[in-house]
């Protein structure tokens, strides 16, 4: 297909699609004149997954490109790109450092360490956990730290449930991407059911029967 047909196909503009070629994010077409390209399924799916990175895992196009990168790279092991998808969820910013920020820390490397996690509190997500506790520290809710364990077992269940689901891919392409889809896409997903859960159990402890079933609060 040409590259109009494509940009039909997936909803995404000509130039954006351009864009995205001259990113290294979507591999170019293949040329059927010096002025035109041809694209295939493969194009239209790796654009479809650029735009679920984009439009709903929030990820930018420098770290998207990142992701793409591990899963182009036939030598790296799937655990690395599962790492390299979960690390660019992460917030940037540099640490506090604080009484607050120290006490997170801390939280946090226990919570590690009491688990047993094959992990450590440089890993970006540990930072942001850290970075989560100090702030809900200083405005006087240190004591959400005693519920670390419950948050850790959920946690586990549900990357037990991740990876369940691409264990269950077979083709390699298939894959790792849907060890990104798992990593950036579930998180989304993840995300959302629990507002969705916040939203009944609040109506279920502070509501009037029948309050919020319809499921605005």
């Known amino acids: 297909m040409r590259i109009g047909e494509l940009s039909r196909r997936t909803g995404v503009p000509v130039?954006?699609?351009?864009?995205?070629?001259r990113e290294g994010l979507l591999p170019p077409g293949e040329l059927s004149s010096p002025n035109q390209a041809q694209y295939g399924e493969a194009h239209e799916r790796r654009l479809r997954l650029i735009r679920a990175l984009l439009d709903v895992g929030g990820l930018k196009v420098a770290a998207i490109a990142d992701v793409l990168g591990a899963v182009d790279d036939p030598g790296r092991p799937l655990h690395k790109v599962l790492g390299a998808a979960a690390d660019r969820l992460g917030a940037a910013g540099e640490a506090d450092d604080d009484a607050e920020a120290a006490a997170a820390r801390a939280a946090v490397g226990e919570l590690i360490a009491r688990r047993g996690w094959h992990t450590n509190e440089s890993n970006p997500a540990a930072a942001d956990l850290s970075r989560a506790l100090a702030a809900m520290g200083r405005v006087g809710h240190g004591a959400f730290a005693e519920l670390l364990d419950e948050y850790a077992d959920a946690a586990e269940m549900v990357a037990r449930a991740d990876l369940g689901y691409v264990d269950r891919r077979v083709a390699v392409e298939d894959l790792v991407e849907s060890v990104v889809i798992g990593t950036v896409l579930g998180e989304a997903v993840f995300n959302a059911m629990r507002r969705m859960a916040h939203v009944n159990a609040?109506?279920?402890?502070?509501?009037?029967?029948?309050?919020?079933?319809g499921g605005n609060r």
């Open 15 to 21: 130039p954006t699609i351009k864009y995205y070629v």
């Open 202 to 213: 609040s109506a279920r402890l502070y509501g009037d029967d029948g309050e919020e079933r």
